[in-house]
């Protein structure tokens, strides 16, 4: 079955949570206490969501993709403003900065799979508003470096946890680094509510930009129909009471899953320690999510020649996930400069977005392979792997036929 580690464990905590909203028959996430049927479930995972990251707030939405545009659309990044993204992302990452009608910035990744902090100020002009480092398959990027660039030019510091929830940089929850971040709760992610997302953030008047976003322009929590109060244009990306129930449920099994995961990765890693034409990826804090184990091959060719007998691909043709692959955006001039009703200068500027523009994301992505651990995907180029539930002896036996591949090439 192809899924994220937190499908792999729905059981009866999960149908607990979701009898009780539907015994009370009271659907819509607001309500007050004493109102018939009310179970706060949405309130809930925001709360104890809050507590496992160690953040301030935390705004409970329908999707990653909704969270990330909350996030841009709290610290007001708009028309012509540049946002620093890897090219190695899911194009949520990339489109939502589109749609707020700004500017992503593609950066070379490193052999961490997460930007290249080396690489990040040759990118900042008058125009950069943002950095979005993107916690790529589990992995913290280098939040102290970041964070260390962002101080120097000003720039905000919106994170992608989407698929990284539960994970820790230097002792710190991800997420809690930025100005504001991005969790997602889809079918493939640490933990699942089917689909939804959370926006997390320290800072009061980001969560009320955000919650306000998410919602129309509401304040945080209302208890009814709210007339008058409203500071901003927003939207509906409202988790309902179901999907709370399902995100309650498995943000109490989070550190369960992570430390399951983690052990299972070491087991098959252990395996295949020390054998040569391969290295493992740079993992920038062993406090990663541990959903993939991804091998890095001396050569493309060698990558090319091991996908092809377990059936899978090079990260770099695997689909989703890279910039050449996202026909959307490329040779297409940005949303920005289309949209701008104006056609001014400050929303004149030309990037078109090629394939092969980025050597270095190309050559680490051609010899790149994801072997399943908890993310069993075939989009992300693992499909072939083991799962949150493997037993020792299957990991065994995958990990023996993997030594196996390794020595024939
Ligand atoms: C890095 C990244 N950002 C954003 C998203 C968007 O999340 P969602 O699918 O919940 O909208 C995803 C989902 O795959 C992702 O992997």
Redesign the pocket.
Known sequence: MAGGPGSYVFGEEEKKQLNEVMEGGYLFRYGAEGVDGFCHKVADFENEFCNVLGAKHVVATS??????LCCLAALGIGAGDEVIVPGY??I??ISSIILMNAIPVLAEIDESLTIDTTKIEGLVTPRTKAIMP?H?LGNPCKMDEILRIAKKHNLYVVE?C??AVGGSFKGKRLGTYGDIS?Y???F??TISSG???AVGTNDDMLYERAFGFHDQGHKPSRMGVEVGNRSIVGMNMRMNELTGAVALAQTRKLDAVLSTLREKKELLKNLLKGMDGFKFRNINDEKECATLLTLLFDSKEKAEKFCDIIGSKPIAYSGW?VYNNMEQILNKVTASQANCPYSCEKHKNEITYKKHMLPQTDDILGRAVNISIGVVDKGLGSGYGININSSEGKIKEVGIKLRKILLSL
């Open positions: 999707s990653g993709t909704g969270s990330l992302t899911f949520a990452s993107v790529m992608d989407c698929q991005a997602s709760l889809n493939f992610k689909d939804g997302g996930h």
